[in-house]
């Protein structure tokens, strides 16, 4: 089934959950790794400002954390004030997977808005993928 609404792909973190959950929950890594937020301003309240690179329009991002079950909401907007959780990341540890305990899967979950033509959210898609190899690589080496 082709899912028109939601959006998730996941990768295999050689780290223990905490050391992701560490790396997620730094507000200055979201440039790192996140489309359009490179070249990203951490303001004092935590939101990050940044603009998207195929248009140069503004986007303003949140962090709001659960960390006892290993989900983080990125609210995303165009402006400060206008913040929505379309963003879900969700760190499983390893044991929880009968795997490693040492590792863990993260996981990126974006939902389309209902405005969003075919040719954004295939972008947006294809931006989620390529994000969670880096998030993969750049939390293996952020902990070593």
């Given at each position: 089934m082709?899912?028109?609404?939601?959006?998730?792909?996941?990768?295999?973190v050689d780290r223990p959950a905490a050391d992701a959950?560490?790396?997620?929950?730094?507000?200055?890594?979201?440039?790192?790794?996140?489309?359009g937020l490179g070249d990203a301003t951490v303001h004092p309240d935590g939101t990050v400002e940044g603009a998207f690179p195929e248009t140069g329009e503004p986007i303003w991002a949140r962090i709001d954390a659960?960390?006892?079950r290993g989900t983080i909401l990125l609210h995303?907007?165009?402006?400060?004030?206008?913040l929505v959780a379309r963003i879900m990341i969700r760190?499983?540890?390893?044991?929880?997977?009968?795997?490693?305990?040492?590792?863990?899967v993260v996981s990126l979950v974006a939902w389309?808005?209902?405005?969003?033509?075919?040719?954004?959210w295939e972008?947006?898609?294809?931006g989620h993928e390529a994000e969670i190899l880096e998030l993969k690589r750049?939390?293996?080496?952020?902990?070593?």
């Open positions: 082709e899912d028109r609404w939601a959006h998730i792909c996941s990768a295999a959950m560490a790396f997620l929950l730094a507000p200055e890594n979201l440039a790192a790794w996140a489309v659960d960390t006892e995303i907007g165009p402006d400060p004030g206008g760190v499983v540890p390893g044991a929880v997977l009968e795997g490693d305990p040492q590792s863990c389309r808005q209902a405005g969003m033509d075919e040719a954004r972008s947006l898609k294809s750049l939390i293996e080496a952020s902990a070593r």
